[in-house]
C-alpha cells in the first residue's frame, strides 16, 4: 500500500486520516461524464482541498483531467505555484488591499474583480508593469457577497474596451442555494445569463461563463455553462440527494485508536461537569482525538464512533484532547481501531453524521480536521 506522511512527522499518536486518491480520481470522473468534454472543470481546492491537502491533491486532480484549479487566497495560490503547478489557478476570493493584485501578477494566479474601482487599479497595474492581465468578473446575482450587481457589471464591459492591459477571461457568480432553492437558481441563473449575453455583444466573444459548485453540477445540467467548480463533490461527500446514477465516494477516512480501557459502576460521571452519568456498569473507552483535532464539542453526549463494527457513543464532553466513548459489550481492547469517518465491518460515517450532531454542514467538518491529524496519501495515484 501507498503511503506518504504529509505534514506530521515523526507520527506517534494513533490518530490520523487516509486520503484516498482513488476515490478522488473517481469523483473527478464522475463529474466529467456529468459536464461532458466541451464544458471545463474547475477543480476547488481552497482550504487545502478542504482539509483533505491541495498540495497532494493538485498534480492529481490536473494529470486526471482538471482544466484549472479554484482556491480562496493568494497565499493558497502561492502556495501551489511554489510546488510547480502550472495550471491555471483562479483566485476566487476578494482581493484586498487592491495593491495585492500585483502578486496574483508576480504568480501569474488570475484574479477575480468585483467592482469598477478593481478593474480601474488592475488596469493601472498592468500598465505600469507592461504586462496583460487576464481576470475573472464576479457578478452578485443574489449571493449577497462579493460580486458586482448586474448593472454594475454593465457599467465594467462597456469600459473594458478601453482598457489596453487587462483581459476579462471569465464571468461567473455564485448560487447562495443550489441545493434546496431551484426557482431562486433560476432566477440567479437568468439575471447572470444578462450579464454574459450583454458581455458577448460588446465584445468579450470568448468569455468563460460559469455558475456550478457541486450541488448546481448535480441539481440541472442547465447550471454547467462553459465551466462548472466542484469542490464538496470532488471529496465524495454528496451536496445534495444524488440522482440515482450519480456515484462518489468519500476520499478521507478518520482513525484513531483506543489507549485506554477501564470499567465503571453505575452512576460514574464522566468527563468535564459530569454531564454524563454512567446508568450500568459500563466499560469506558479513551480516545486520543479532541476539539483540538476538528472533533466538535458539540457532539458531546452525541457523536457515535466505530468499534469493531459497532456505533458507540461518545459519553461525556468531547475533550480537548480526548474523548470517551461507552464500549460496553462490544468486546473492546486496548489498542483497538475506532473509526471516527469511514468504513468499519457493515456501517460507516461520514462528514454529513458530525454535521448533523454538530449543529453544522460537511463542510465545517471537514475543514475543521486540525493540522494537528497527519494526512496519509494511499491508493493508485498517491505515488505519482
Ligand atoms: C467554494 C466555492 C465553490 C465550490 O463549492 P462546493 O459547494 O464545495 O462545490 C465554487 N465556487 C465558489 C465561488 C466557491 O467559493
Not at 16 to 43: C, E, H, Y
Not at 218 to 226: C, G, I, Q, S, T
Not at 318 to 328: C, I, W
Not at 329 to 354: H, K, R
Request: with cysteine; hydrophobic share 45%; net charge positive.
Amino acid at each position: 500500500m501507498n503511503q506518504r506522511l504529509s505534514n506530521v512527522t515523526p507520527f506517534y499518536r494513533p490518530t490520523w486520516t487516509d486520503i484516498s486518491t482513488d476515490a478522488f480520481v473517481a469523483n473527478l470522473n464522475q463529474i466529467r461524464k456529468l459536464i461532458g468534454p466541451s464544458t471545463q472543470l474547475m477543480a476547488v481546492l481552497k482550504a487545502d482541498a478542504y482539509g483533505h491537502g491541495a498540495s497532494e491533491l493538485v498534480s492529481i486532480a490536473v494529470k486526471n483531467g482538471a482544466d484549472a484549479i479554484g482556491v480562496s487566497s493568494l497565499e493558497e495560490g502561492i502556495a501551489l505555484r511554489d510546488i510547480g503547478v502550472s495550471a491555471p489557478i483562479l483566485i476566487l476570493g476578494g482581493i484586498y488591499p487592491l495593491q495585492n493584485f500585483s502578486v496574483a501578477m508576480e504568480y501569474n494566479l488570475t484574479p477575480t474583480v468585483a467592482s469598477l474601482e478593481a478593474a480601474h487599479f488592475l488596469e493601472q497595474q498592468a500598465t505600469k508593469a507592461k504586462s496583460r492581465v487576464f481576470f475573472h468578473l464576479k457578478i452578485d446575482t443574489g449571493m449577497g457577497r462579493i460580486g458586482v450587481s448586474p448593472s454594475g457589471a454593465k457599467t465594467i464591459l462597456e469600459w473594458l474596451p478601453q482598457a489596453g492591459h487587462i483581459q476579462l477571461q471569465g464571468i461567473y457568480s455564485h448560487l447562495a442555494s443550489a441545493d434546496t432553492d431551484p426557482v431562486f437558481s433560476a432566477q440567479q441563473k437568468k439575471s447572470f445569463e444578462k450579464v454574459v449575453v450583454l458581455a458577448r455583444q460588446l465584445g468579450q466573444k470568448n468569455v468563460v461563463a460559469h455558475l456550478a459548485n457541486s450541488a448546481a453540477v448535480v441539481a440541472n445540467k442547465e447550471f454547467h455553462l462553459d465551466l462548472v467548480r466542484p469542490g464538496l463533490m470532488l471529496y465524495g461527500v454528496p451536496p445534495a440527494t444524488l440522482p440515482a446514477d450519480v456515484r462518489i465516494h468519500p476520499v478521507l477516512s478518520w482513525q484513531t485508536k483506543l489507549i485506554f480501557l477501564k470499567k465503571v459502576k453505575a452512576g460514574t460521571p464522566i468527563s468535564y461537569g459530569g454531564t454524563f452519568r454512567t446508568k450500568r456498569e459500563s466499560e469506558i473507552a479513551t480516545i486520543p482525538v479532541g476539539y483540538a483535532d476538528g472533533l466538535p464539542r458539540l457532539a458531546s453526549n452525541r457523536g457515535m464512533i466505530l468499534i469493531r463494527g459497532k456505533r458507540c457513543p461518545i459519553v461525556g464532553r468531547v475533550t480537548m484532547d480526548h474523548t470517551m466513548v461507552d464500549v460496553t459489550g462490544v468486546g473492546a481492547t486496548v489498542g483497538d481501531t475506532a473509526v471516527l469517518i469511514g468504513e468499519q465491518g457493515v456501517d460507516s460515517l461520514g462528514a454529513l453524521d458530525w454535521a448533523g450532531w454538530a449543529e453544522t454542514n460537511s463542510y465545517e467538518i471537514l475543514c475543521g480536521i486540525s493540522k494537528r491529524v497527519p494526512r496519509f496519501l494511499k491508493g493508485a495515484y498517491a505515488d505519482r
